[in-house]
């Protein structure tokens, strides 16, 4: 099992920045990657980033060159930094992990937190 807490949303004004971030604990050695997913109002959840064990990234294009995920394998954390946040950004946004599991993929999620964009 792996658990999951995301911390740092909140409201902020367009063109202002967030910080989030996600603190894993539990079955932490097979995690093979780590992502930031939101789901807007009467919207599906969508990807928004992910960062693989070695440290890749991908992006949704409608964040590429505003935000930006890292890991800090000491701590076991990932964070989202948003800069340049736009009104469709509002969303609340969740932390997940994959790790392998009986040959296919085992994804926990956070409990998700609130981002609101809004002058």
């Known amino acids: 099992q792996v658990q999951l807490v995301e911390s740092g949303g909140g409201l902020v004004q367009p063109g202002g920045s967030l910080r989030l971030s996600c603190a894993a604990s539990?079955?932490?050695?097979?995690?093979?990657?780590m992502g930031w997913y939101r789901q807007a109002s009467g919207k599906q959840r969508e990807l928004v980033a992910v960062i693989y064990s070695g440290g890749s990234t991908v992006y949704a294009d409608s964040v590429k060159g505003r935000f930006t995920i890292s890991e800090d394998n000491a701590k076991n954390t990932v964070a989202l930094q948003m800069n340049n946040l736009e009104p469709e950004d509002t969303a609340v946004y969740y932390c997940?992990?994959?790790?392998?599991?009986?040959?296919?993929?085992?994804?926990?999620w956070g409990q998700g937190t609130q981002v609101t964009v809004s002058s």
């Open positions: 539990g079955s932490i050695f097979s995690i093979n990657a």
């Open positions: 997940a992990a994959d790790r392998p599991y009986r040959g296919g993929t085992m994804r926990s």
